[in-house]
């Protein structure tokens, strides 16, 4: 791979990914306020429009849709820097 | 088979020669377009051809065809079953540019594509010298045309107009930057046949990573961008005009001068060119992308209720946001894309 080769990149955002993962929902998400558990009781649509309830929704859709995919990814190049060199 | 064994002497007198008689009259069928046929009985002859054609029959269609060939190709191929071999190859070759159209139509808007790169050279030239010289160019917006149809309106492409965006430009730049950058390596001496790829997935990893900046950015800030992916790929691709002007003129300047080593933004004359062309190209995308960004500043296309809705606080974002994509991360990108290896002339001695 060279110096800024597209492997670098996808090493990179893979581990990005996986941070954003890993965050503990009730323990770390819960108390900076990022989480979407809104009151029941509020009657209405949640405050859907401000940038950090759009960033709060980007990080749950991420950790939600990429867990699975990101198991395999993981494997995948474990095998790859393990065998492979 | 003809010719006299070569292992004996030669004769005294020379034998009768053989020239070979040729039988068959094989000749290459001259690669002209056939005339065109009588313009009325064309389309008629086409459309029959095609329907035909989806009714799957490949000699069929080519015998379909056979009245409109045999007046054109009378005089060259003579043999029936060359030109029966030469229908049915035709309209193999048809079937399978079809087949290959509608499976590239599902991946590849193909019709929006030529849209882009409807160019003439006066447009190529004007537009060159806007990208460079952005400061005096007067009106920005593009212009649309409402089509007949009941649709809403759709741009002008840019062949018309000279604020629309196209891919010839950017796609040529990109090219010539690839080759530049490698060919100023290789006068170095630092050329390695990897460079080339590496170049090439170092400038799309660039505007890939752009268009996700200003993807995620209309999506926090939620704006509704009505325009399309190419045209923001299009308008990050015109960056590439000024890293090549920038690695051009440094290099040459870097080359008469013997003074300061190095070339791309190395030396003060490439900074200063690198400057100029970096406050430029953000200028350009400012005055652009404020079209496609801020859409509260477009008076009747329906968009009168939803500019309503934009508080004073948002617009204020979306400005910033704009600043901040136009010159921060144009500067990072452009310098990225400036950069050289080191010089290994410099190391000796």
């Known amino acids: ?85 | 088979m003809q010719r006299p064994a070569h292992s004996n002497p030669p004769p005294a007198h020379s034998p009768p020669l053989h020239h070979p008689v040729p039988q068959h009259v094989s000749t290459v069928p001259q690669l002209r377009s056939p005339p065109p046929p009588v313009p009325q009985s064309q389309p008629q002859n086409t459309y029959g051809y095609s329907q035909q054609q989806q009714q799957g029959g490949g000699p069929g269609g080519g015998g379909g065809q056979g009245g409109y060939i045999h007046p054109a190709f009378g005089g060259i191929m003579s043999d029936p079953t060359a030109q029966m071999g030469f229908q049915v190859g035709k309209s193999a070759i048809m079937a399978g540019q079809e087949y290959m159209e509608q499976n590239l139509n599902r991946y590849v808007n193909v019709s929006a594509l030529k849209h882009y790169f409807n160019v003439s050279n006066s447009y190529v030239v004007n537009k060159l010298y806007i990208v460079l010289v952005p400061w005096w160019h007067r009106p920005w917006s593009r212009q649309q045309r409402l089509s007949n149809n009941g649709q809403d309106g759709y741009y002008l492409p840019p062949r018309e107009d000279i604020n629309s965006p196209d891919m010839y430009i950017p796609m040529m730049a990109l090219v010539t930057y690839i080759l530049l950058s490698t060919l100023l390596a290789g006068l170095r001496g630092a050329f390695h046949p990897e460079l080339l790829g590496l170049t090439a997935t170092t400038a799309f990893a660039v505007v890939l990573l752009e268009i996700l900046g200003l993807k995620l950015g209309t999506y926090l800030l939620s704006i509704s961008s009505e325009s399309q992916l190419l045209d923001l790929v299009a308008y990050s691709g015109y960056k590439f005009v000024g890293i090549i002007l920038t690695l051009f003129l440094s290099e040459i300047v870097n080359r008469t001068r013997l003074g300061t080593g190095g070339g791309g933004t190395g030396g003060w004359f490439g900074w200063c060119v690198f400057l100029y062309v970096f406050s430029a190209n953000a200028f350009f995308l400012l005055r652009s992308l404020r079209y496609v960004l801020l859409p509260d500043t477009s008076p009747n296309t329906g968009s009168a209720a939803a500019s309503y809705t934009v508080a004073r606080s948002q617009r204020n974002r979306r400005t910033q946001f704009l600043f901040i994509y136009s010159y921060v991360v144009q500067f990072v990108f452009m310098w990225l894309l400036s950069r050289q290896s080191a010089d290994p002339k410099i190391g000796k001695a």
């Open chain 1, 1 to 85: 791979m060279g110096f800024f080769g597209l492997g670098g990149l996808v090493y990179v955002s893979v581990l990005l990914v996986n941070a954003i993962a890993i965050l503990s929902e009730d323990r770390f998400l819960a108390r900076i306020g990022w989480t979407n558990a809104s009151d029941p009781g509020f009657g209405g649509g949640q405050d859907n429009g401000s940038v950090k309830a759009k960033m709060v929704n980007l990080v749950a859709s991420v950790r939600t849709l990429m867990r699975i995919p990101l198991i395999i990814i993981n494997t995948l190049i474990i095998f790859y820097e393990l065998i492979l060199g």
